[in-house]
């Protein structure tokens, strides 16, 4: 029997996986830019098409720098790049002579949690501080402009970037949506816009919505477009390596053919010491590539690179995928996971790794290990118990809470002002990372949870298991396979999958 190392929640096991098992794993680091700061100067001077950034810039430009989500990557990055970024493109302003009151510069985290001033500063460093820095806010009426409309409704972004005479994006492709202006439209979003960029029938209908071309992406290209149509953007995007631990902490995570001692003593440590250790270690990820320009320019360029640091080969799509889930995500960055947005997190993002086929074939089983303990951290997720507790009690399908839930989520007043002034989730967003669950849930003929908590299972729709081995002789119960393939992801780092 083969071993791996697979994370459930902040345990670590070693389960025994059949011979025959196909294990991927992450791609080897490649080395990253010597000098990231100097590599960003020099981008924003010689663009990857257009013009530099100084000769786009007048002394008296009105300028919006828009940087994507602290939420993605995870871990968080050690060094966060964007504050180098950040700093370069404000030397370029301060060059030209541009007035700080000119400059906004704006977080666009969408519905997820508005960021303190306190967590910026320490992400974004002391410079900024002479600026106009702030999260976007989707329910902020008065700060929206609308730019157009769409069948589903009104096209409503950040008034910011439409006062603005140059909008600069700065973001990290985290995933391959990200090279364009996917994060920058679901960022800066009002929430009547956002509501049809991820909805329940957008989802239900792809069957991979991360791949670029999905009706997923092409949706929000369309608002990019119709932003292009308003307002010059240029885009600085960096690309990270897959270098996740420092080589201190990289050495502990040896498996040995099982469990070192030091895991051992690991998993023996109590649930809230690991808990806090967990969140406070950071992510080795360094940038590989930077680039500047037009987001046409640049999002082909950007995806070129990534593809070629994280993408890894499998031959076949599996019966059976299996792989481990620790309790941090990109909703999770300070605060505690629970049912839903581990579920999201397996459905919607890991099972959704891949760059052209699915991994999974379809009616295969998928085993993913977390405890799904079902915890809320009420500060930040509120609205995630209520869902788990009011709505998936009664309905699990995506159309039908759209239907019959999504208007009291998104207007019930505590909702709104926890999101407004306490940093916390919009009202929407369990919905919405439950709808982004549909595809998996409808290609997998089983979704098998190890070490599972058996009621959150039943109310997420799920089997639970004792542990990986007895998840997998389920799995082979129902396919009724004696030697069914079976791929096996090592994670983390996250990586994407070309299936062939």
């Known amino acids: 029997m083969a071993k791996t190392l697979l994370l459930s929640g902040f345990d670590l096991w070693a389960p025994e996986i059949p011979d025959d098992a196909q294990i991927l794993l992450p791609p080897f680091p490649l080395p990253e830019l010597e000098d990231f700061r100097k590599a960003t100067d020099q981008a924003l001077e010689d663009p990857v098409d257009g013009e530099p950034l100084i000769q786009l810039l007048r002394p008296g430009s009105k300028v919006s720098v828009v940087i994507d989500d602290f939420s993605l990557p995870v871990p968080p990055m050690a060094r966060d790049c964007r504050r180098e970024m950040l700093e370069s493109v404000l030397d370029v302003l301060q060059t030209q002579g541009i007035r700080a009151n000119r400059v906004s510069v704006i977080v666009a985290n969408g519905l997820s949690r508005q960021w303190r001033d306190t967590e910026l500063a320490e992400l974004l460093g002391p410079r900024p501080a002479a600026y106009q820095v702030g999260s976007h806010d989707a329910e902020a009426i008065a700060q929206l402009s609308r730019i157009g409309e769409e069948p589903q409704g009104p096209v409503e972004l950040n008034r910011s970037l439409t006062d603005a005479d140059l909008v600069i994006y700065i973001n990290v492709v985290s995933m391959p949506l990200m090279a364009g202006l996917f994060g920058l439209v679901h960022g ?184 799904l303990s079902p915890l809320f951290d009420r500060r930040f997720h509120l609205p995630h118990e209520e869902f788990y507790e009011k709505v998936l009690r009664i309905e699990r399908d995506p159309i039908a809470i759209q239907e019959r839930f999504e208007a009291y989520f998104a207007g019930r007043p505590e909702f709104v002002v926890n999101y407004q002034r306490r940093f916390a989730f919009h009202g929407t967003h369990p919905l919405y990372a439950w709808y982004l669950c549909a595809p998996v849930r409808r290609r997998a003929g089983k979704i098998i949870v190890a070490h599972g908590d058996p009621r959150a299972c039943a109310r997420l729709g799920f089997t639970p298991a004792r542990d990986v081995e007895d998840a997998l002789a389920k799995a082979r119960d129902f396919l009724g396979e004696a030697n069914p393939s079976t791929v096996v992801m090592q994670l983390p780092p996250p990586y994407w999958v070309k299936v062939g």
Request: charged fraction near 15%; aromatic fraction near 6%.
């Open 188 to 371: 800066t979003a009002g929430y009547r816009t956002a509501r049809f960029l991820s909805s329940a029938p957008l989802l239900d209908g792809d069957s991979a919505p991360l791949v670029p071309g999905s009706a997923y992406h092409r949706i929000s290209e369309r608002v990019g477009e119709l932003l292009i149509g308003r307002t010059r953007i240029v885009q600085l995007s960096a690309v990270l390596n897959t270098d996740l631990w420092s080589p201190a902490i990289a050495a502990l995570v040896q498996t040995e053919g099982g469990l070192t001692r030091r895991l051992q003593v690991w998993n023996a440590l109590p649930n809230a010491v690991r808990h806090r250790a967990a969140r406070l270690l950071r992510a080795n990820y360094r940038p590989i590539a930077v680039l500047f320009g037009s987001p046409g320019g640049v999002g082909p360029r950007a995806l070129q690179a990534f593809h070629r640091q994280h993408e890894v080969s499998l031959s076949a799509p599996a019966r059976i995928l299996v792989f481990g889930l620790p309790d941090q995500g990109p909703a999770s960055v300070h605060a505690a996971q629970n049912p839903v947005l581990a579920a999201n997190l397996a459905l919607g993002y890991v099972a959704n790794l891949f760059t052209e086929r699915p991994i999974l074939e379809s009616g295969g089983v998928l085993v993913f290990a977390n405890p």
